[in-house]
Nanobody, 125 residues
């Protein structure tokens, strides 16, 4: 079992930065890959970025590539999402999700066993 808790959301002006955290319980966190999704009002949940358990190759949605950076500290059981150059269209509830092992279908929300409760990010223009 893995429990995930997101934090770090808030209100920021366009062009600003935020860092989200996803804190996990469990001693085998390194065995899970973690993905950030986001969901804006009346829109489907969409893939943002993912990181393997080892912290190796990372993958990003085209819309955030070059602006967002995912990282993890397995000693702290935490995954981070550094978001720079934020745009109003980044406004959404951001969720972290985890699954054991690895899957090439990481962008599919239905793949994940574990989800956090979400944290709101609002970017004003």
């Amino acid at each position: 079992q893995v429990q995930l808790v997101e934090s770090g959301g808030g209100l920021v002006q366009a062009g600003g930065s935020l860092r989200l955290s996803c804190a996990a319980s469990g001693r085998t966190f390194r065995n899970y890959f973690v993905t950030w999704f986001r969901q804006a009002p009346e829109k489907e949940r969409e893939f943002v970025t993912t990181i393997p358990g080892s912290g190796g190759s990372t993958y990003y949605a085209v819309s955030v590539k070059g602006r967002f950076t995912i990282s993890r500290d397995n000693a702290k059981n935490t995954v981070y999402l550094q978001m720079n150059s934020l745009k109003p269209e980044d406004t959404a509830v951001y969720y972290c999700a985890a699954r054991g092992g690895w899957s090439s279908t990481y962008s599919s929300p239905s793949l994940y066993n574990y989800w956090g409760q979400g944290t709101q990010v609002t970017v004003s223009s």
